[in-house]
C-alpha cells in the first residue's frame, strides 16, 4: 500500500496534471528522500496516512542540520505538500501535514542575464555557412534569444510547428500548455539555412544531432555554454540566461510586461514582475555613467 501510493501520485502528477518531466523528477526525487527518512524512523512500512506535522518538521530540521540549503529545502516541501494534498483528495486523508510548514524564507536572487553588446557579439561573430555544426550552435543561441523559450521546449519544438510564411511558431510549454511566438526575419533565415544542412531524419524535432536524432539536454548544456563562455560578462552559460536576457531587453526597449508575459508563457505577471527589477536596475546603470552629477561627492 505505501509504495502503491507513492506511485499513483507519480502517476498523477506525470499524466493527469502532465507536469514536465524535469518536475516530475524532482518530485520523485523528494519523495524518495522523504521515504527514506521515515524509513530510518518508523520502519520501510510507514503510513503515509499517518504522518504527523512533527514528523516533517523533524524531517527539515535534520536536512538544516546537515547543511542542506534553504532554497533545496523549500523545493523538497513543496513536492510532500503536493503529495499530502493528493492523499487529501484522493485517498481521503483528513488534514494535509505539511499545508502550514514552511522553509526559511529563501532571499529572492535576481536572475543572471547577459548584456545586450555581449549578446551581439556572440550572434554577429563570422559564420561559415556550408558548416552544419555551425550553422546549428548559431541557430541554438539566436533561438534562444529571438523567442525567450525554455530548454524543455527548445529541444521538444516540432519542425512542423515553424511557420516560415508566417514568422511564427508554436511551442508546447509547461503543463502542455501551447502559445505562439512571433519570430523575424533573421531567425527565418537562420532555419532556413540549418534545414538546407540538415542531416537526414526521421525525428519530428526541428533540433536535431550530427545523426539525425533528436537533440539531447546534455548536449544544448555544451553548445550554450560553449558558445558564451569567455565572450560574454555574465554569471551563467546555460539556456535559461538567454531567456532571462531576452524578457530583460525587451522591457528595456519598450515592450509591455504582459506581453513578455505571454512570450515568455507564465502563468502569473508576478513571475514576469522580477524582469522589471533588472530593467531598473540598467536605467540606475546608465544614470550613473551618463549623468553629469550622478557622480558628483559631497
Known amino acids: 500500500m505505501t ?11 506525470r499524466c493527469e496534471l502532465a507536469l514536465s518531466a524535469r518536475t516530475v523528477s ?5 519523495l524518495r528522500q522523504w521515504r527514506e527518512f521515515v524509513a530510518d524512523h518508523y520502519g520501510p512500512a510507514h503510513d503515509p ?23 533545496t529545502i523549500a523545493k523538497l516541501l513543496s513536492a510532500l505538500r503536493s503529495f499530502f494534498r493528493f492523499m487529501c ?50 541557430l541554438v543561441m539566436l533561438m534562444l534569444y529571438s523567442t525567450g523559450m525554455r530548454a524543455s521546449e527548445l529541444l521538444g519544438l516540432r519542425d512542423d510547428a515553424v511557420d516560415l510564411g508566417r514568422r511564427e511558431l508554436k511551442v508546447l510549454g509547461k503543463r502542455n500548455k501551447e502559445r505562439i511566438i512571433p519570430f523575424g526575419d533573421e531567425l527565418s533565415r537562420m532555419i532556413t539555412l540549418y534545414r538546407s544542412l540538415r542531416p537526414a531524419s526521421t525525428a519530428p524535432t526541428l533540433f536535431v544531432d ?24 555574465a554569471a551563467r552559460t546555460t539556456p535559461h540566461v538567454m531567456r532571462h536576457s531576452f524578457a530583460t531587453d525587451m522591457l528595456n526597449s519598450g515592450a509591455s510586461l504582459t506581453a513578455v508575459q ?22 540606475q546603470h546608465n544614470y550613473q555613467l551618463a549623468h553629469p552629477r550622478a557622480q558628483k561627492k559631497g
Open 262 to 283: 505571454q512570450l515568455l508563457g507564465h502563468a502569473s505577471l508576478a513571475t514576469t514582475q522580477i524582469y522589471t527589477h533588472l530593467s531598473y536596475r540598467e536605467i
Open 49 to 71: 496516512a499517518a504522518t504527523t506535522v512533527g514528523d516533517i518538521r523533524l524531517w527539515v530540521a535534520a536536512m538544516a542540520a546537515r547543511g542542506v540549503q534553504a532554497r
Open 3 to 13: 509504495c502503491r501510493m507513492y506511485d499513483a501520485f507519480l502517476t498523477y502528477i
Open 89 to 138: 483528495e484522493r485517498h481521503g486523508m483528513v488534514a494535509n501535514p505539511a499545508a502550514d510548514i514552511h522553509a526559511a524564507r529563501v532571499r529572492r536572487t535576481l536572475p543572471a542575464v547577459i548584456r545586450p553588446e555581449d549578446t551581439a557579439r556572440v550572434l554577429d561573430a563570422p559564420l561559415d555557412t556550408g558548416d552544419f555544426g555551425e550553422v546549428h550552435r548559431r
Open 210 to 233: 550530427t545523426r539525425g536524432r533528436p537533440l539531447r539536454y546534455r548536449a544544448l548544456l555544451d553548445t550554450v555554454h560553449g558558445s558564451l563562455v569567455g565572450r560574454v560578462r
Open 26 to 30: 524532482t518530485y520523485t526525487s523528494a
